[in-house]
Each structure stands twice: as structure tokens, then as C-alpha cells.
């Protein structure tokens, strides 16, 4: 199956700190990737949808300036937390899409997730 | 009000036993109904998908969507151990899709 990689897998930051997480597609091209966020006992949230190529999609309330977005490739994207705070602190999961699908089927295209990077600022 | 509600549980049930995680949906627009499954700090995985209404069977677990109510359901059958995990239900409006709106993720522990 499609395996997608997060590095790291978890980092501890001081606050006004950067920090960089990457997300590859280890054994499948995706021209896009999507980036989430998810608060503990808390569902995904989306943050941005990351096209290969282009500029990031970001969703209401998701500072574009803070959490900077590149898909320089098709197997990899990066998420930069610019000057991080306490508040930034969270699981943060990618996601890569695989092949379009069977529409006579049914089947949706597919978000391979990665094991995601958990982010504490202190 | 939220687009997907879920219960976020925890719920707790005895190995054997049959689970039944649902969610309900406020978009009548949503055509692609997905169940994750998610174990302590990892990524979702997908379990199930299913278009627009009916059953979907694969082995022990079963999918169901009912549009009429905008209800989706999830069941288990011979639960054991290996599937405690927290489940998230997530929906897309079309194929292509950009986006899955996910519900809030149920945690359940299959008791041995």
C-alpha cells in the first residue's frame, strides 16, 4: 500500500522558534498533499491543501504567513511553523492523495495519512 | 452547529461483542462517506468508503449510510482487542474532492 513518512516525529521548540516538518509519498507521486491539525480528544482539521508546484490553499482562520506551505516536489511538502507559541502545540498529520479513483465504483480518491509530528512549544 | 457529529465516547465493550459507531451530517450535498481508523499517535488509516447510500461489507465490518437521515453507521462484528483505536468518520462532497470534513473520532477499547 501507499506509505506516507512525516520527520520528525515529534519536536520541542521554544517559543519565537521555527520549526520545519516534512511529508513525503515514499513509493507514490502526489500532486497534492494536504496539511491537518488535531487537537488532543479533537478530529482532523484541515489547514491547507499543498499543489505540487503552486501555491498553498488555506483554509478560514489558518494564517498563511505563520504555517508556510512548499510542495517543491511530487513526493515532498513542507510545513514551517514560523515563531511558534504555546498555543501552536498540537499533532500536526499530512496527508497525500493517491490515484483518481474508479467512478463506476464508487471510490473516492484516497488520502494516504502519515503518522504525523507532534509539536509542543513551550 | 458542526457539519459531522460524532460521539467521541469512549466506549467500551467486551471482546465478541458488535460495535456500532455512527455519525450524522448537516450537508445533504456529502456523496462519499469514509471511515478512518486511528491508533495512539499515528495517522488515520482508511477502513471503508462508501457512495451515496446502502451497505458496504468487508469482512467483519460493515458500513451503512441512510441519506434520508443524513446517518452513517460503522459496525463491527467479533470485536477483539486489535481494534481499539479511536474511528473517525469523514465525508467528501464529490470525487476529486479537495477536502474531507472528518467527525470528531469515537475512542473505543475492545475489553479481553
Redesign the interface.
Known amino acids: 500500500g501507499a506509505v506516507v513518512s512525516q520527520h520528525p516525529s515529534r519536536v520541542i521548540c521554544k517559543s519565537g522558534t521555527s520549526v520545519k516538518i516534512e511529508c513525503r509519498s515514499l513509493d507514490f507521486q502526489a500532486t497534492t498533499m494536504f496539511w491537518y491539525r488535531q487537537f488532543p480528544k479533537q478530529s482532523l482539521m484541515l489547514m491547507a491543501t499543498s499543489n505540487e508546484g503552486s501555491k498553498a490553499t488555506y483554509e478560514q482562520g489558518v494564517e498563511k504567513d505563520k504555517f508556510l506551505i512548499n510542495h517543491a516536489s511530487l513526493t515532498l511538502s513542507t510545513l514551517t511553523v514560523t515563531s511558534a507559541h504555546p498555543e501552536d502545540s498540537s499533532f500536526y498529520i499530512c496527508s497525500a492523495r493517491g490515484d483518481g479513483g474508479d467512478e463506476e465504483r464508487g471510490s473516492p480518491d484516497t488520502q494516504y495519512f502519515g503518522p504525523g509530528t507532534r509539536l509542543t512549544v513551550l | 452547529q458542526k457539519e ?1 457529529e ?1 460521539d ?1 465516547g469512549p466506549l467500551s465493550v467486551p471482546e465478541g461483542a458488535i460495535v456500532s459507531l455512527n455519525c450524522t451530517y448537516s450537508n445533504s450535498a456529502f456523496q ?1 462517506f ?1 471511515w ?1 481508523r486511528q491508533y495512539s ?6 477502513l471503508m ?4 447510500s446502502g451497505n458496504k461489507e468487508d469482512g467483519r465490518f460493515t458500513a451503512q449510510v441512510d441519506k434520508s437521515s443524513k446517518y452513517i453507521s460503522l459496525f463491527i462484528r467479533d470485536s477483539q482487542p486489535s481494534d481499539s483505536a479511536t474511528y ?1 468518520c469523514a465525508m ?1 462532497l464529490f ?6 470534513v ?4 469515537t ?1 473505543l477499547t475492545i475489553n479481553p
Do not use: D, H, I, N
Open positions: 459531522v460524532q467521541p462519499y469514509m478512518y499517535r499515528k495517522g488515520p488509516e482508511l468508503y462508501t457512495y451515496s473517525l467528501s470525487q476529486g474532492a479537495q477536502k474531507l472528518f467527525g470528531q473520532g475512542r
